[in-house]
Every structure is written in structure tokens, then in C-alpha cells.
């Protein structure tokens, strides 16, 4: 029988702890509102499996709802929306079709994220100048000893770059 005061939990946490981090609450925040710290919530979800797995369908489903409105973003949408004027001291409702144009940023993060061999940003510089010398035969090595350290200097500057940009 183990020692100590007795748990706390209570399996409706489960629900309450779903409910929360559906809504995007952080674990911090779900140890709040159930009153215990956030340390407890570690300790329960290891030693409930029932209460771990409903925090992660929870935060699951926010960000899928965040995936689907980040893509939305990135490609633009419209949504049915209403003017209200006024008219002869009459309110008149007017529904109209409101468009968002497509975000850049929104969809190079999606991109950079979802495709990132092909959309991140890459810088490569050749560092290796120990490699590069074997390469290099008797006279161009000659040459880079005569200009001297400024001429090392400018060479490793120089040195290829490439960055990938799609």
C-alpha cells in the first residue's frame, strides 16, 4: 500500500483537461484551473494514461483547427459577411461576400515547415580550407603563400556560397 496523502485526481478530469486543451490552454494553464501545479498534471498524466491520452486529443484537435486556419491564410479565402446602413431611419442589412487575398508569410511558413527540403532557407559556406588546399596543385598553393595571410584572408571570404531560395 503506498505511503502519503492520497490523490487528488478524479477521472471527470479527463473531460475537463480535453475540453481545455481544445480550446488551447497549456499544460500550465490546465494544472490552474484544476487547482494543482503543473507538476501534478506531469505526475497524473504519467500515472494515468486516460488523462494524458485526453490532453493529447485535445491538442490535437487546436492544432489542427491553427493547421486548417494557417492554410486557409496562405491561400486566401472569402466568407459571408453583412453591411448595415441606414436608410430613411430604416436599418438595411446588405450580405455581400468579403475576400482575404492570399498571405505571403503564411504560406512560405507553411512551405518552409511542410516542405522544408525544398522550401527552407539555406545558407552552405565552404569552411573546410584544409580540404580545399589538397585540391589545390604545387603552383596555386605558391600563388596563395605569396599574397601572404591578406590573401588567405580574402580567399576564405570568397569562398562559395549558396543559398537556396524557391
Given at each position: ?24 490552454a497549456?499544460?500550465?494553464e ?7 501545479s ?34 486557409r491564410?496562405?491561400?486566401g479565402?472569402s466568407f ?28 512560405s ?9 525544398k ?6 559556406v ?6 580545399r588546399?589538397k585540391?589545390?596543385?604545387?603552383a ?27
Amino acid at each position: 500500500m503506498p505511503a502519503g496523502r492520497p490523490s487528488d485526481y478524479r477521472a471527470e478530469f479527463c473531460k475537463t483537461a480535453k475540453d481545455l486543451a481544445e480550446q488551447g490552454a497549456t499544460d500550465r494553464e490546465i494544472a490552474e484551473h484544476l487547482e494543482i501545479s503543473e507538476a501534478t498534471i506531469y505526475r497524473w498524466m504519467q500515472a494515468h494514461p486516460e488523462l494524458r491520452e485526453a490532453i493529447k486529443l485535445g491538442k490535437d484537435a487546436a492544432d489542427d483547427r491553427v493547421e486548417q486556419s494557417l492554410y486557409r491564410r496562405a491561400v486566401g479565402y472569402s466568407f459571408d459577411a453583412v453591411k448595415i446602413n441606414q436608410y430613411e431611419g430604416e436599418a438595411v442589412i446588405t450580405p455581400y461576400v468579403e475576400h482575404v487575398p492570399p498571405d505571403v508569410n503564411a504560406a512560405s511558413l507553411w512551405l518552409r515547415n511542410r516542405r522544408p527540403n525544398k522550401w527552407r532557407d539555406k545558407v552552405s559556406v565552404d569552411m573546410n580550407i584544409h580540404q580545399r588546399t589538397k585540391e589545390l596543385d604545387d603552383a596555386e598553393l605558391a600563388d596563395i603563400a605569396s599574397r601572404g595571410r591578406d590573401g588567405i584572408a580574402g580567399e576564405a571570404q570568397s569562398a562559395p556560397e549558396s543559398r537556396e531560395l524557391h
